[in-house]
């Protein structure tokens, strides 16, 4: 009888035990701030999330062992004391995170496994898609997780599986479920030829082997990209669960998920929202170019005094390598009340601050689809990667900004800075088009909207019949 009931008991302690999700994102900002996110998602839907970033990171950032109900562990890239910075070139940092990652990984698995807490489910970067073969070694199913929109992933997947052959003939390039697109509107790696061979390569190697993922995620929602997905999924059938941004600026349901939580940057000390908050309703611009770009003197020249011209507020998002680059003295002398520049922004608590009338981003697809979701308006200047694409979708498709004109220097002048920032300010149509976008976000991850579904299959199956 004793026995029969502890065997009952430890069958329900089985049951109630979480299933295990390891989540493994490609180590820079962009990509670990939306698989984080999709960890506390699936955190809240009653899975046990344990996010893996690098080393290096876990160790220069001194990580906590968790992040809200994420816990954190880490894989090496090879580069423990340096990380990425101290790899020699690009293509041998690829490679040796594909190496020790795969190495580290299968560590991480067993120890996980010998601890009596293994792992029912890998949610992998499709960037790394080594991970699922480490994954299916040790039996364990695996989903893709792409971080970039579906526009841009069904061009690689149609490159990858020769479908659209390259150097590309004719512009525009038809594509079903896209706008016609020039080749500016294609990915960098695509429209400048030859440039980044490490990152091309590993763009398209995102759909090896992808046949035999369980599930394939795109941080997108349906009605944003409800043509182009349907497209891929032909072929492809992807799970669309965005946006991933912090639960407070949508549907509320995540309990304190009103933050990212994990800064590769340290946040700036000076008080930007509440200098925000002194700024009337649309009176500001915020400027910012995410974790990675890198512009030249000139250009941020361009920028400084085109943005300055406007006479609208602004706040700009500069990272510390960057700051030498500003004009001189702008810093000291030309901001007064109407400017306030920091090193590394509260970016959505910003976005969804009433006093910012226009977002001037430089389209990384975080970026954009966070701007999206809280309704406000872009003015793109895209650099490189899949941010063209982005800042084609903003202006023709979504109709939610401008993209900028390029000078055939390479310069956007701050001419055509200032022109962009005036007609995008104050726009109403723009401003309605947003709005429009904003509500649709937040009914895809609200309950029975287009994410929360996909997310509930996925959660569904990771915990089986
Ligand atoms: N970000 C931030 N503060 C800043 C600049 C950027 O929190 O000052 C965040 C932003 O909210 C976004 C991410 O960093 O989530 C940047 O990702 P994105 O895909 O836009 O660009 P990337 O950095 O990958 O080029």
Not at 83 to 102: K, M, R, T, V
Not at 338 to 358: F, H, K, R, Y
């Amino acid at each position: 009888m004793d026995l029969e009931r502890q065997e009952h008991g430890e069958m329900k302690m089985m049951k109630k035990k979480k299933h295990h999700v390891l989540v493994v994102p490609y180590p820079s900002q962009g990509h670990i701030n939306p698989m984080l996110q999709f960890s506390k998602r699936l955190s809240s839907k009653g899975l046990s999330p344990t996010l893996a970033t690098t080393s290096f990171i876990s160790s220069a950032m001194n990580l906590p062992s968790t992040t809200g109900p994420v816990r954190l562990s880490s894989i090496s890239d090879g580069f423990d004391l340096g990380g990425f910075p101290s790899a020699p070139s690009i293509g041998a940092y690829l490679s040796s995170l594909h190496h020790s990652g795969s190495r580290t990984l299968a560590g991480l698995l067993a120890e996980f496994r010998e601890a009596g807490d293994p792992v029912d489910c890998v949610v992998y970067d499709a960037f790394l898609p080594w991970v699922l073969d480490v994954a299916k070694v040790h039996g364990i199913p695996g989903a893709a997780f792409f971080t970039q929109a579906c526009a841009v992933n069904y061009i690689y997947y149609l490159v990858h599986h020769g479908k659209m052959r390259l150097p590309l003939g004719d512009t525009p390039v038809r594509i079903p479920g896209l706008p016609p697109l020039e080749l500016r509107d294609m990915p960098s790696f695509i429209c400048v030829s030859g440039s980044y061979p490490a990152y091309f390569e590993l763009v398209l190697h995102q759909f090896e082997g992808i046949e035999r993922a369980d599930w394939v995620l795109v941080n997108t929602f349906y009605e944003l990209e409800a043509e182009v997905v349907d497209e891929m999924s032909k072929d492809c059938p992807v799970l669309t669960i965005g946006p991933t941004i912090p639960s407070v600026y949508l549907d509320k349901r995540v309990t304190d998920d009103k933050e990212y939580g994990l800064n590769l940057f340290e946040l700036d000390p000076s008080d930007c929202i509440g200098w925000l908050q002194t700024k009337p309703p649309r009176s500001t611009v915020y400027v910012s170019f995410g974790s990675m770009a890198a512009l030249n003197e000139a250009q941020m020249a361009e920028i400084a005094w085109g943005v300055k011209s406007t006479g609208f507020n602004f706040l700009w998002a500069v990272r510390t390598s960057e700051e030498r680059k500003l004009p001189a003295k702008f810093k000291e002398e030309e901001l007064g009340d109407t400017g306030l520049i920091v090193n590394w922004s509260p970016q959505m608590e910003i976005l969804s601050d009433a006093a910012v009338g226009c977002f001037f981003t430089h389209s990384g697809w975080n970026s954009t689809i966070e701007a999206l979701s809280v309704g406000v308006p872009m003015v793109g200047m895209p650099q490189w990667t899949d941010q063209p694409t982005d800042a084609k979708l903003v202006e023709d498709v979504w109709r939610v900004g401008l993209r900028v004109l390029v000078g055939e220097d390479g310069i956007v002048t701050r001419e055509e800075i200032r022109r962009c920032i005036m007609q995008v300010m104050g726009n109403e149509e723009m401003r309605t088009n947003a709005a429009k976008w904003k509500e649709l976000a937040v009914a895809s991850v609200s309950p029975g909207g287009s994410s929360d579904r996909n997310i509930d299959l996925l959660v569904a199956g990771i915990a089986g019949p």
